[in-house]
């Protein structure tokens, strides 16, 4: 049977090129039948990404059959992929985010998870020396996923060989990174297109801190304001997504890629004592901005308290 490769729901460009860059490395390197799969329409930074190298859009899941042989990368939590995943045949989990538990396998896999900013990151090093038979859209997917995992080196995520390798992509590439990433950035913040549910749900996980349910939103973008403007009706439709999406409360976290921090949105009480006992930010008003925040993975969830 052939595997199907996918990350998490709400993909960003890690869970859309990753897949991507896996699937190429079991179909070509490995011999073994495999195409990349996505949990959702993917986000504009990494459709610019497929358009850009001219890549194939991957074929975008309702569910995962009984027995379906799969390899799961970029997450390995069981809320941010398909319901039954468990019946699946997981034969491998590729990522780099703390374990979760609840995922349940046939049998013996390979698992790879290390501190690294970037799914793509730890796909070079496991394709090696192969990775000099990468055609050029997979170089540039591998590429735009570090770049976006770690704003272009400004997060704390990033890690000295996240760099390395993307410096290396680049120069094989002949591609000047500042450059690239703004084109990047500037797909990234042009939200326009999409409703507020759609922007709250865009970037999001699911997090429970002491009983209190969280949708944890980030929207990563050059243009803050373009997002902010639209602060009283987001903060209304909070209200509905929550409800529909059977948790408590939606944060949504606006970080501004160039100044370095975030604004978080403030509609309730609980939301400002949020704040003020996960930053020790004084809130006065309904946003509050919180300087150097800009990893929802190191900074935000881990800080998070009720």
């Not at 074929?59 to 995962?64: C, E, P, Q």
């Not at 080196?153 to 990433?181: C, M």
């Amino acid at each position: 049977m052939t595997t199907q490769v996918f990350g998490h729901k709400s993909p960003d460009t890690d869970s859309t090129g990753a897949p991507i860059i896996w699937a190429w490395y079991l179909n070509e390197i490995k011999g073994e039948a495999a195409v990349p799969a996505l949990l959702g329409e993917p986000n504009t930074e990494a459709a610019f990404m497929l358009t850009h190298w001219n890549l194939d859009k991957p074929a975008i899941l309702d569910g995962v059959a009984a027995d379906t042989p799969v390899v799961i990368v970029d997450t390995n939590n069981p809320a941010e992929l398909p319901d039954g995943i468990n019946g699946a045949d997981i034969r491998a989990i590729i990522d780099h985010h703390k374990l979760v538990g609840g995922l349940e396998t046939k049998g013996p896999i390979d698992i790879t998870v290390r501190p690294l900013a970037c799914t793509a990151t730890i796909m070079m090093d496991l394709i090696g020396d192969d990775a000099a038979k990468m055609p050029t859209p997979i170089k540039g997917a591998a590429l735009s996923c570090i770049l976006s995992d770690t704003l272009e080196f400004r997060s704390p995520t990033t890690t000295d060989h996240d760099k390395a390798v993307a410096e290396k992509l680049a120069a094989d590439l002949g591609i000047d990174i500042p450059t690239y990433a703004a084109e990047m950035f500037a797909a990234k913040s042009d939200v326009s297109a999409f409703s507020d549910a759609d922007l709250l749900r865009m970037d999001s996980k699911e997090y429970e801190v002491d009983g209190t349910k969280f949708r944890v939103s980030v929207l990563e973008t050059t243009s803050p304001a373009t997002v902010l403007d639209r602060k009283a009706s987001l903060m209304d439709t909070m209200t509905a997504v929550a409800k529909e999406d059977s948790v408590d409360q939606v944060l949504l976290f606006v970080v501004d890629i160039l100044n370095e921090e975030s604004t978080l949105l403030v509609p309730n009480d609980l939301v400002k004592s949020v704040a003020a006992k996960s930053f020790d930010a004084a809130v006065d008003g309904d946003t509050v901005v919180l300087p150097g925040v800009v990893s929802r993975k190191k900074q935000i969830i881990p800080n998070l308290k009720v």
